[in-house]
């Protein structure tokens, strides 16, 4: 797993795994906005089909930035070299790993229960208000997540 920690393509001091994550991370909410336009065209198996597909895409890239967070030595190894103060960028990291959590957790409520209201035939129809705001909720968390997942990565690799 040494590529991991080669020189990213982003042009920053960045290690490749970081660049790749930032990369998914700022296309995101793109994607999930693509799925959401095949439940607005009534493409509700391929809207299903493709919200899984991220999620499930999502969670695999979460977890391979965990390993190389831990792997690099954490925050603290990933912050050297930044001019920014230790202080200031830790703040911004809490509060985007909060967004992060509890937009995880929030996504993976909506897809769960929106499978079983797909099978069970209560989507589309009668549970599909509840869906959309719980989906909207959850889009609104994917952008905010991406946002601070910028500023962070600004904060570390280039100022």
């Not at 999930?32 to 065209?41: D, E, L, N, T, W």
């Not at 190389?68 to 030595?73: D, E, L, S």
Request: charged share 10%.
């Amino acid at each position: 797993m040494d590529y991991m920690f080669a020189p990213g393509f982003l042009g920053t001091r960045a290690p490749f795994f970081m660049d790749f994550v930032t990369l998914i991370v700022v296309i995101l909410p793109l994607l999930v906005y693509s799925a959401i336009i095949f439940a607005k065209k009534k493409f509700y198996k391929i809207h299903g089909f493709l919200q899984n597909l991220i999620f499930v895409v999502s969670v695999i890239v979460v977890g391979y930035f965990e390993y190389g967070v831990r792997i690099g030595g954490g925050f603290d190894a990933f912050m050297q070299g930044s001019k920014v103060s230790h202080s200031y960028a830790s703040i911004v990291l809490i509060v985007h790993i909060i967004i992060a959590t509890i937009t995880l957790l929030y996504w993976g409520v909506t897809v769960v229960k929106a499978n079983y209201q797909f099978s069970k035939a209560l989507i589309p129809g009668r549970k599909s208000n509840a869906h959309k705001l719980l989906a909207l909720k959850t889009f609104l968390g994917i952008v905010f997540t991406s946002f601070s997942a910028i500023w962070v990565y600004l904060l570390l690799f280039v100022y």
